[in-house]
């Protein structure tokens, strides 16, 4: 039988988690599907889950179609474990985390809101990450444009592959045409045989060249068997390699608070009480072993000894692994698109242990990297990012019921980055008595979207490879904070040029404050000539007025240093999409409904970093002082008559015990000494 990890995605209210219920219905796998409304669906288990109607984790079931069944179906039967993904936009995160998990994917559209923003971003993301995706229109029983319509949106705005499936499989000539059109080898099969085969069909929809699209109301159960007789019928048998491999996707806590790790295998088999070893995202090597396999069907599970290639499940025993992590012959996955740009402090109650909060808050972290908890020393306060109120709710919640923390959160503020125009040469010497550690390091800038990488161009002969790993550790370890305002750094390589350890006063932490005050040396040194670069969020956006409100639209734009193309005329509508800084939104949704008297919206996505369009302001309304930021000094530690002194940032070059080989200081390319990425 065919095996295929199918997931659900859709933006909100489309009706994905009552098209799930439906298909479990439908097979047989429960006997009544439950309802949104009434907080009784079997994959929305979560009690904050159920009291505000929406998916906020993803939730797994597994059913049979097809022979041997007894609900009908086509071919020879398939295995879905279908996953039901987030639909929220501030939980788009843990939706994308989703597909590395996924084989297929149904994209549900409702028929009377057509195609969202939220929907071409979940379209992006499974092209990127290379999800064949088949199309549910729902809520087809309510007002909508009609099926021509709504195939031709589809065709638009997502992609000309999008077919009417029932057409399509019953072979309809100008269906087939359509697809035929698609490829070289299609149209000839067509040509030669005015059909196009099962396998052909299987192999345009695997390869993202067909995209069949199916109709129906969920709720009410129409077209469901149809979307599962097509989706079964479309599926394509796929080999997996021998050797163990596996991804974990989701990380959270059981019923008794154990920690799980849910994981799609990718190869071989995984076994209870294997032994499994790796690097978590500090750099450090872990090995531990499996203790239980479990199989989850909505909140329920059956323990089992194995799981096999293609398949997905959660595991016990592994507390080092993140969403992400690779186990295996896996290999590294792709930084994830979706980000906060957001970041909100949060505020306990007056006598609360605050480092416990902070202990609380990175345990939620490891379940979703994306929280990006920090503890700002200086103003004695912890912020997380997040990527909107209803995501602010769900950690305020999660911290009560987990830890007992009340918590409130002060206002958002925009999540800025700082990076580098040129390259920059850092160095960093901690030499109190006794101690002993110099690092010299290069930062360079990456293009946009980037991150942090590192790497090492220094020769084993002037520093022991050990004491390399470990500088390139303790960099990886930690934001490193940019010099403008304080931001973190983004967009940059780290690349040891030079180090000296002494033979015997060396130790690990020593390393580690010669790292930190390297980079923060070099961002210095930038800042000196004008090199720090400010960066910020951009949306992009989409906007509905009507066309008599189209002037004040466009005066609104320019005025939020928005970028964007002409009006596109919809009926006695018009659209206005382009991009426009996260920093000028604020509560121009309301504004947009109040001069619209409710007709007009927007939507808005992440776009990604761009430079910041009024940098000047920003770091002038910071007033951020990089050295009298002591946690992150720029200035080194130097041993002289017996006792350690500092020596400020701009002398410490000419105080510095290493050299580095002009050759060394090259711009980097991928063909260069090994490195280390994060």
């Known amino acids: ?114 195609v969202q923003g939220h929907t071409e971003t979940l379209w992006d993301l499974l092209a990127r990450y290379e999800v064949p995706t088949f199309v549910f229109v729902n809520k087809c029983d309510l007002e909508n444009p009609g099926r021509e319509a709504l195939l031709a949106e589809l065709a638009l705005r997502l992609s000309p592959g999008c077919v009417d499936a029932e057409a399509l499989l019953a072979g309809e000539p100008g269906a087939l045409e359509d697809v035929a059109s698609a490829e070289e ?22 390869g993202r060249a067909l995209f069949p699209v199916f109709f129906g109301a969920a709720l009410r159960g129409e077209g469901v068997r149809e979307l599962l007789d097509g989706t079964c019928a479309l599926l394509a048998e796929k080999r997996w390699p021998e050797e163990l491999a596996a991804r974990v996707y989701r990380v959270s806590r059981g019923s008794r608070g154990e920690r799980l790790a849910w994981v799609k295998v990718t190869g071989g088999t995984l076994r209870a009480k294997m ?106 306060e912890v912020h997380v990012q997040l990527m909107g109120e209803v995501q602010q709710d769900v950690v305020a919640e999660l911290l009560r019921e987990r830890y007992g923390f009340v918590v409130t959160f002060g206002p958002g503020g925009i ?16 030499e109190p008595l006794r101690h002993y550690a110099e690092a010299r390091l290069l930062v360079e800038p990456l293009p946009r979207g980037a991150g942090v990488e590192f790497g090492t161009r220094c020769s084993t002969d002037e ?21 403008l305002i304080g931001a973190p750094l983004a967009d940059v390589r780290i690349t040891l040029l030079a180090g000296r350890a002494h033979p015997k006063h060396t130790e690990g932490g020593d390393f580690r404050q010669a790292t930190y005050r390297a980079v923060r040396q070099a961002l210095m040194g930038a800042r000196e000539r004008g090199e720090c670069e400010l960066l910020e969020p951009w949306y992009r956006f989409r906007l509905t007025v009507p066309e008599e409100r189209v002037g004040r639209a466009l005066t609104d734009l320019t005025r939020m240093s928005a970028e964007f193309g002409a009006p596109a005329a919809a009926g006695n509508m ?44 920003i770091v002038a309304a910071a007033a951020y002082d990089p050295e009298a930021d002591l946690p992150n000094t720029p200035d080194s530690v130097f041993c002289s008559h017996g006792a350690g002194h ?20 090259r711009p980097y390319r991928p063909a260069d000494a090994s490195f280390f990425s994060a």
């Open 1 to 114: 039988m065919r095996q295929a990890v199918v997931g659900l995605l859709a933006h909100v209210d489309a009706g994905k988690t009552t098209l799930a219920e439906a298909m479990l219905e439908a097979s047989g796998a429960v006997r009544a599907a439950g309802r949104v409304d009434s907080g009784s669906s079997h994959l929305d288990t979560n009690a904050m889950e159920r009291e505000r109607g929406i998916t906020i984790f993803s939730a797994q079931a597994a059913f049979d179609w097809g022979a041997g069944n007894g609900r009908g179906g086509a071919g020879d039967g398939a295995h879905i474990m279908l996953v039901d993904a987030p639909g929220h936009v501030d939980f788009s995160a843990e939706a994308e985390r989703t597909l590395a998990a996924l084989d297929y994917a149904i994209l549900v559209v409702g028929a009377g809101d057509g």
């Open 185 to 206: 080898d299609a149209l000839e099969e067509y040509l030669e045989t005015g059909a196009l085969s099962a396998d052909t069909l299987r192999r345009l929809v695997a």
């Open 275 to 380: 032994q499994l070893s790796g690097v978590d995202h500090r750099g450090e090597p872990w090995a531990e072993k499996i203790n239980e396999v479990r199989l989850y069907q909505g909140s329920s599970f059956e323990t089992v000894a194995e799981v096999g290639a293609g398949r997905i499940c959660a595991v016990t025993g592994l507390t080092h692994v993140v969403p992400g992590s690779a186990l295996g012959a896996e290999p590294e996955g792709a930084n994830p698109v979706l980000a906060p740009v957001l970041s909100y402090q949060v505020i306990p109650e007056p006598g609360a242990d605050v480092s416990a909060l902070v202990r609380a808050l990175r345990e939620l972290a490891d379940e979703d990297p994306m929280l990006g908890v920090t503890w700002q020393e200086q103003l004695q």
């Open 415 to 430: 999540l800025y980055r700082e990076t580098l125009t040129a390259p920059a040469e850092g160095v960093g010497h901690f």
């Open 463 to 483: 520093l022991d490879l050990n004491w390399q790993r470990l500088i390139l550790t303790n960099a990886m370890e930690r934001d490193h904070l940019g010099v």
């Open 574 to 617: 018009a659209r206005i999409e382009g991009e426009v800084p996260a920093s000028e939104v604020g509560e121009y949704a309301l504004e947009v409904a109040r001069y619209t008297g409710g007709r007009g919206r927007i939507s808005l996505e992440l776009a990604g970093y761009r430079v910041c369009h009024n940098a000047g302001e």
């Open 646 to 665: 500092t020596v400020k940032w701009y002398d410490v070059p000419s105080c510095a015990h290493t050299a580095v080989d002009p050759a060394r200081l």
